[in-house]
């Protein structure tokens, strides 16, 4: 990998070298001119786009509501044919019940909390299992927390008298493993169908994996271990199975089964096949599923998900074990370990395996065999649930039957109560069914669909946008001079990406799709439709796509992939702290549009049609409010056929701050999904943004004196070498291919003008 960065270096400084001018794009031939902004406010029908194309099958519904928990961890049940559910606390409690909705009491089965450290969010009693014979022999083994910083693994026996309670005094530890730091303690502990123990550990904690753990042998952390409790080795209260793949390798731990983890976050077998599977929680990137073999090494902290995880890394040779599946932060933040389905009550997902994430509180199910029984080895997960709730750990009864531990209590799964076929059906698979466009074939908008444009257009490797918003009624949005604008269900923004297959003389412009950001009764909902080859219709995209486009450039014909994202990934960009709607802020808003003859001030207009919930006055939207005009990537509907060269007009300082806040700050906030405390936003003070001579953290692609931002230095800024980078570590993460070569010069001639003024370097957490 180190190899790869001169190269990416020497590609940067081409960049560099490049003009710094834009188009003004000219209109398309017969495009949209039937269509004219309103004279006054009329509402659009959206309606039909209101409902879904894959409407989610399941959801939450709450069980034990009789019963209060505190941040249940873990639920099990015991293999003795009582019917009793146990629920695992973190704080050192384990309760027990019976097992019926109706059940207003528990018992305590174990309390532990005179023990048990809660000094750290990831610390307590994590782990608890039942010994398979535990009906005849009672035993019980737990996963919990101490201080000074280490996890126990125990041995205890029910009470003889009272088979609802566990007796403290017949504690035996087998293990004891000291953590270097407070988090990524894991805890899962499981009964395998060879009657030995598997316990999950996390890489010991931190960031980074910085005593390299993951990948270390000779320390039980980040792995997960298979321990035989029957039988105990010299010295040992337990014994190492002799089939165990590192036993007797020199600089290994014999407990080992698998390694390479950095917080395994639960573990669970299928109880028909055997199977292992396990959930990874990332760092800054990527969650991952895992199918757990014997001796795998699953990567950390070589890779997160299927990528490498630091670009310096030494290029290495290990046999590496993909992941199932992954997802990326605009999913969601931690993933959770759930289990394979073999109950009745959701019997059309037999055998798949459910996860969660934490803090989204999305479910997917992601099918393990095919039809003849076999494992599935490109297996697609379906989200099937959007739950709203922090899902901490899955469980199962003595019935198979899914539980959710979640910390306001425990819930179910359900089948809706709707006809999720008509709801699928009913959603319009063409564009000309979405009653948006008077005319697909000829892109005339119906009537009361609003166009507009901004100031500083998201880069979308060339492609210049029309954009139009429609909305259900009048006096709904509420106006912000500096914050987004809120916008009511029933609202649908346009947007139109066109490519001008010549870019020598930005003409011959291509529709390629048409993307929708619609709210929903649900939420905010993506959907894009992609144009055919003669632009008569569009079509709903079900997935992602590439398309190879074909051209006409300064260097000759060239092939472009232009990559067309799936659904969920339009909220990679459209996340919740940017308000979901990017585009529509007094900042973007605030200028003049020319369409089809007509030139207006947007803002002005909007207010003219009653679109504010109230009026807004000049003076709510100041020139101060407003962000330079980038020069490129709105479709020029102008109807002037304008084809000519500008140069930069505004001040590089104003230009780089808005290209940051559009391109970038919708992660890079506070309390946004970027890692770090980088803040991106065009109003943060330049010594906030956590950039001027902060140490990268997320692997770096500078040389080792490179900064975030070096002042003054753009050849050492990370900042302006990921820009001017495509493929790991890019920057804007997804969507992307080609470079903004504007871009990457107001970001040069920014960088350069910057003083340092604070020359000591700083961590950026």
């Excluded at 298979?226 to 209260?237: F, P, T, Y």
């Excluded at 929903?520 to 003669?534: C, F, I, N, R, V």
């Amino acid at each position: 990998m180190r190899s790869q960065l001169a190269v990416i270096f020497l590609a940067t400084a081409s960049l560099l070298a490049t003009s710094n001018h834009t188009h003004a794009v000219a209109e398309s031939p017969g495009s949209h001119r039937g269509h004219a902004i309103p004279h006054e406010f009329r509402a659009v029908d959206t309606s039909l786009l209101m409902g879904s194309p894959d409407p989610l099958p399941l959801e939450a519904v709450p069980v034990f509501k009789q019963l209060e928990f505190k941040r249940p961890v873990e639920l099990t049940f015991a293999p003795d044919g009582s019917n009793r559910i146990f629920v695992v606390e973190q704080r050192g409690v384990v309760r027990c019940f019976e097992n019926r909705d109706d059940i207003d009491h528990s018992e305590t089965f174990l309390d532990l909390t005179d023990v048990v450290s809660r000094a750290g969010n990831e610390e307590g009693m994590l782990g608890f299992a039942f010994h398979p014979k535990y009906a005849d022999n009672g035993e019980i083994f737990v996963y919990y927390s101490i201080d000074p910083p280490k996890s126990i693994v125990s041995r205890f026996h029910v009470s003889a008298e009272d088979p609802n309670r566990i007796d403290r005094a017949s504690e035996e530890r087998l293990l004891e493993i000291p953590q270097p730091y407070r988090n990524h303690n894991g805890g899962s502990m499981r009964f395998g169908p060879d009657g030995y123990l598997y316990i999950g550990l996390g890489d010991g904690g931190k960031a980074d994996d910085p005593h390299v753990n993951g990948q270390n042998l000779n320390t039980l952390l980040g792995s997960i271990l298979r321990i035989d409790v029957d039988q105990k080795s010299r010295g040992k209260n337990y014994a190492i199975p002799s089939d165990n793949p590192f036993v007797n390798r020199e600089g290994a731990r014999d407990e080992i089964w698998a390694y390479g983890f950095r917080n395994n976050w639960r573990i669970a077998f299928d109880s028909q096949t055997g199977q292992l599977w396990t959930a990874d929680v990332g760092q800054d990137r990527f969650e991952e599923v895992d199918r757990v073999e014997r001796g795998g090494n699953y990567g950390w902290n070589i890779r997160e998900g299927f990528h490498d995880f630091n670009i310096n890394s030494p290029d290495l040779d290990a046999d590496l074990i993909d992941p199932v599946a992954e997802y990326f932060r605009h999913e969601g933040q931690s993933i959770t370990g759930g289990t394979v389905y073999r109950g009745s009550q959701i019997d059309n997902f037999a055998g798949h395996y459910f996860y969660a994430d934490y803090l989204s509180g999305k479910v997917w199910a992601l099918p393990t065999m095919d039809d003849h029984g076999n494992p599935v080895t490109k297996a697609v997960p379906r989200q099937v649930a959007d739950t709203g709730l922090e899902i901490a750990a899955f469980g199962e009864d003595a019935q198979n039957e899914m539980y959710l531990c979640v910390f306001d209590g425990i819930y179910q799964l359900r089948k809706r109560s709707v006809d999720l076929t008509k709801i699928a059906e009913s959603f319009p698979q063409k564009l000309s069914e979405t009653r948006l466009f008077a005319s697909v074939a000829d892109h005339v908008p119906a009537p009361g669909v609003i166009p507009y444009e901004v100031n500083v257009p998201f880069w979308s490797d060339h492609s210049a946008k029309d954009r139009y918003i429609a909305l259900p009624e009048a006096k709904s949005v509420k106006f912000y001079p500096k914050k987004g604008w809120e916008f009511p269900v029933g609202t649908v923004f346009i947007k139109t990406f066109w490519m001008h297959m010549d870019r020598v003389s930005q003409s011959d412009p291509r529709r390629l799709e048409t993307r929708l950001m619609v709210h929903s009764p649900d939420g905010w909902q993506g959907y894009t439709y992609l144009y055919k080859d003669d632009g008569s219709e569009a079509v709903l995209l079900d997935g992602s796509k590439v398309l190879p486009l074909e051209i006409k450039t300064d260097e000759g014909l060239v092939t472009q992939p232009y990559y067309v994202p799936g659904r969920s990934e339009c909220f990679a960009c459209h996340t919740e702290k940017s308000g979901f709607a990017l585009g529509p802020t007094t900042r973007q808003m605030n200028r003049e549009m020319a369409y089809h003859g007509e030139r207006v001030d947007q803002i002005a207009m909007l207010n003219r049609l009653n679109v504010f919930t109230e009026p807004v006055r000049k003076e709510h939207a100041p020139e101060t409010e407003k962000f330079p005009d980038w020069g490129m990537g709105n479709f020029d509907r102008s109807g002037d056929s304008v084809n000519e060269t500008q140069p930069l007009r505004d001040g590089v300082s104003q230009l780089a701050r808005a290209w940051l806040e559009v391109n970038c700050a919708m992660c890079h906030q506070p309390d946004g999904i970027g890692p770090g405390k980088i803040d991106l936003r065009a109003d943060t003070p330049l010594n906030k943004m956590q950039l001027l001579n902060t140490i990268p953290k997320q692997g770096q692609m500078t040389p080792p004196s490179g900064r975030l931002i070096a002042p003054g230095q753009p050849y050492l800024s990370e900042l302006l070498i990921r820009a001017a980078h495509r493929d790991v570590r890019q920057m804007p993460p997804l969507a992307t291919n080609q470079v903004s070569e504007r871009a990457i010069e107001v970001l040069r001639r920014w960088i350069e003008q910057l003083d340092d003024a604070d020359p000591k370097p700083s961590a950026n957490e």
